[in-house]
T-cell receptor, first 116, second 113 residues
Framework: GAGVSQSPSNKVTEKGKDVELRCDPI?????LYWYRQRLGQGLEFLIY????????KSGLPSDRFSAERTGESVSTLTIQRTQQEDSAVYLC??????????????FGPGTRLTVL | DQQVKQNSPSLSVQEGRISILNCDYT??????FLWYKKYPAEGPTFLIS?????DKNEDGRFTVFLNKSAKHLSLHIVPSQPGDSAVYFC????????????FGTGTKLQVIP
C-alpha cells in the first residue's frame, strides 16, 4: 500500500509487560514521528526521526519508552514495564522531510494499546 | 506548556451554515500552520495549511485565516456538511529542515443535518 501502516492495530497487555509497536512509513519519506493520544486528549508528541540525524526524543514521557528506526524505513516504539496510564492510541506519521521538505505529515491508523 | 491551543473542545453547527474553528499559539517562531481532520478509529489527515507570509488560504469549502499579531488562526468551513463531522487539529511548525510539529488538543465538530 502507499500509506503509512502500523501494527498491531490493537494490543491488550498486562501491567508490567513490554510491548513493541511497529510503523512502516511511506517509501521515500525521511521524517518519521510518533505521537500518543490518550482518551479525550490531543496529540502528544513522543519522538521524531529525520534521516540520519539524531532523533528528537524530547517527548518521550519516561525511560520506559524508546524508539528505533532503521535508516529511512521501519520504526519500532517499545514500552517497557507497561503501566495503565500508557493506555492510548499510538500514532505514527511520516513526511518528506529535508531542508526544503513538505511539512505535511501522513498518519497511520494507529495502534490502540490497552494496559490492564 | 501547551504552545498550540484549541480552547473549544467541541462545536455544533447546522448543515449549510459556517463552521469556525479557532486556534491560538504562543511561539512567535512558528511560521507554518496546518489543519488536520480526524475521524474515529483513523489517523488524522491533512486538510489545509498556511505559511506566515500569507493571511488567508482557501481550498474549496475550507479557508484558513492567520492573524500573526494576535498569534491566532481559524478554519472556516462553508457550507458545513454532515461528513465534516470529525475532530479538527490545529498544528504549527517551523518551515525548513527541522519539522517537529506541535499539535493542539483538537475541536470536535458536529454538523447537524
Amino acid at each position: 500500500g502507499a500509506g503509512v501502516s502500523q501494527s498491531p492495530s490493537n494490543k491488550v497487555t498486562e501491567k508490567g509487560k513490554d510491548v513493541e509497536l511497529r510503523c512502516d512509513p511511506i517509501s521515500g519519506h525521511t521524517a518519521l514521528y510518533w505521537y500518543r493520544q490518550r482518551l479525550g486528549q490531543g496529540l502528544e508528541f513522543l519522538i521524531y526521526f529525520q534521516g540520519n540525524s539524531a532523533p528528537d526524543k524530547s517527548g518521550l514521557p519516561s525511560d520506559r519508552f524508546s524508539a528505533e528506526r532503521t535508516g529511512e524505513s521501519v520504526s519500532t516504539l517499545t514500552i517497557q514495564r507497561t503501566q495503565q496510564e500508557d493506555s492510548a492510541v499510538y500514532l505514527c506519521a511520516s513526511s518528506l522531510g529535508g531542508a526544503s521538505g513538505n511539512n505535511e505529515q501522513f498518519f497511520g491508523p494507529g495502534t490502540r494499546l490497552t494496559v490492564l | 506548556d501547551q504552545q498550540v491551543k484549541q480552547n473549544s473542545p467541541s462545536l455544533s453547527v447546522q448543515e449549510g451554515r459556517i463552521s469556525i474553528l479557532n486556534c491560538d499559539y504562543t511561539n512567535s517562531m512558528f511560521d507554518y500552520f496546518l489543519w488536520y481532520k480526524k475521524y474515529p478509529a483513523e489517523g488524522p489527515t491533512f486538510l489545509i495549511s498556511i505559511s506566515s507570509i500569507k493571511d488567508k488560504n482557501e481550498d474549496g469549502r475550507f479557508t484558513v485565516f492567520l492573524n500573526k499579531s494576535a498569534k491566532h488562526l481559524s478554519l472556516h468551513i462553508v457550507p458545513s456538511q454532515p461528513g465534516d463531522s470529525a475532530v479538527y487539529f490545529c498544528a504549527a511548525t517551523l518551515s525548513g529542515g527541522y519539522q517537529k510539529v506541535t499539535f493542539g488538543t483538537g475541536t470536535k465538530l458536529q454538523v447537524i443535518p
